[in-house]
């Protein structure tokens, strides 16, 4: 949405609509996570994250510390998360990769997911262990009721 809406458009045409729609569905489901994802539009995420979605979503190009600066406690992070950060050729091994996973959870609350795919992957072995630590680092911070997650997901 954001790829093709200019910054002053997306405010004025977007915003008035998202905002609806995460007040209807919140009134309607309150108990379902909401996510918003409005690629290239990362600018919004601050007054996103105040409209009662619960995750909202960083491109790429987005420093993580400012995107959880931006948007305090209020939700969750989604994205920005390149696998290739986690691999042998980035010097990783598997315990740094687990202290990885844990510091972006802890700090940050993130989700990740990656615009990569596991075709471009030298490695799938790496990938699938990358994705591994993030789940079990999460599920501990659910079952500890981390400030972001719990938000995101029902304790099991």
């Not at 996570?33 to 007054?47: H, K, Q, S």
């Not at 989604?78 to 687990?98: S, V």
């Not at 972006?104 to 990740?112: C, N, P, Q, R, V």
Request: net charge neutral.
């Amino acid at each position: 949405m954001g790829m093709i809406l200019e910054e002053k458009e997306f405010y004025e045409f977007a915003t008035p609509y998202l905002e609806k729609i995460a007040t209807e569905l919140k009134s309607r489901y309150p108990d379902v996570p909401l996510m918003v994802f409005t690629r290239g539009a990362c600018y919004a995420n601050e007054n996103l994250s105040k409209m009662g979605f619960d995750v909202v979503t960083m491109d790429g190009d987005v420093d993580r510390s400012t995107a959880r600066a931006t948007v305090g406690d209020r939700c969750g992070l989604q994205g920005n998360y390149d696998p290739a950060e986690l691999t042998e050729d980035n010097r990783k091994t598997p315990e740094t990769m687990k202290e990885t996973a844990k510091a972006l959870i802890d700090e940050l609350g993130l989700i990740a997911t990656s615009e990569k795919v596991l075709e471009e992957w030298k490695a799938p072995i790496w990938y699938k262990f990358s994705l591994t630590q993030f789940m079990s680092t999460a599920k501990q911070k659910i079952k500890s009721r981390h400030k972001y997650l719990t938000r995101i997901y029902k304790v099991v």
